[in-house]
């Protein structure tokens, strides 16, 4: 009998990083896990970590459709959700004065309006009582150089777990953020030259006052406290960020 024996929990972006570290945590401790991605190869692989006892199913975050798509799936294959991780999440550097249309809308659409609307979704069949948690970013409240409106659309999400938390409250359904921040997740390898992101995970670390950055797996531990142990909090953001915003 694990910690989480019994409880069907659900996590969007659970193929890679933070997602994937708490997959892995939950269902080692008993969870039923369902994760969700946009690429088949990298949910196949997370899938064979997980176990056959878990499920990895296909689906953009941005899309209302797959949104829809994966309430039923969800519905037929658990019933009942005891935590719902808004976990999927997208990054996109530039300048404010290079970034252009298409990135701005991105953003928004994947980090703003897929939690959003995943949770919509998703609220008929949350046990009285679940947690859900939102992966929101320091940037929403630094201003971090070539993140400007990555920032807003976690300060969107960051607005909508106190909306959320309150509409929520009549269920028990608590509703919070975790706030990472320097992490190595394997995002800024993804996202630029392996020697770029090298040089900016060694600055990110020199700048933060732990003087290093953190893993997916202390991120993960976050979350599960979040939607599972703190049964007195609600529409609050947690750092995990070694102290870069707070000191």
């Known amino acids: 009998m694990g910690k989480y024996t019994g409880k069907n929990v ?25 994760i969700t991605g946009r690429d088949q190869t990298a949910l196949n692989a997370a899938r064979e970590h997980l176990g056959a006892d878990h499920l990895a199913v296909r689906s953009d975050a941005s899309s209302l459709v797959d949104i829809e798509a994966l309430a039923d799936r969800v519905k037929a294959e ?16 530039a300048p404010f004065e290079e970034t252009g249309e298409e990135l701005f809308d991105q953003l928004l659409k994947v980090n703003a309006k897929g939690p959003y609307f995943t949770v919509q979704k998703l609220v008929p069949l949350l046990a009285d009582g679940a947690g859900v948690v ?3 970013s320091v940037a929403n409240v630094l201003g971090i150089p070539a993140l400007s409106a990555y920032g807003a659309s976690k300060a969107a999400l960051r607005s909508m777990t106190r909306s959320l938390a309150r509409e929520l409250l009549p ?14 997740s394997g995002i800024l390898e993804k996202s630029m ?24 797996e202390e991120v993960a531990r976050t979350m599960a406290f979040l939607a599972f142990e703190a049964t007195f909090t609600t529409g609050a953001e947690l ?5 870069g915003s707070q000191l």
């Open 239 to 243: 750092p995990v960020d070694g102290g």
């Open 193 to 216: 030259p392996k020697e770029a992101a090298e040089q900016t995970k060694a600055q990110m670390a020199a700048e933060n006052p732990m003087r290093r950055m953190g893993t997916p």
């Open 171 to 184: 269920r028990g359904i608590r509703v919070n953020a975790v706030s990472p921040g320097p992490i190595d």
């Open 134 to 136: 939102l992966t929101t």
């Open 78 to 93: 658990f019933g009942t959700v005891h935590a719902l991780f808004a976990n999927a999440g997208v990054n996109g550097f």
């Open 10 to 34: 659900v996590i969007t972006g659970g193929s890679s990083g933070f997602g994937l570290a708490a997959a892995k945590l939950l269902a080692h401790e008993g969870a039923r896990v369902l």
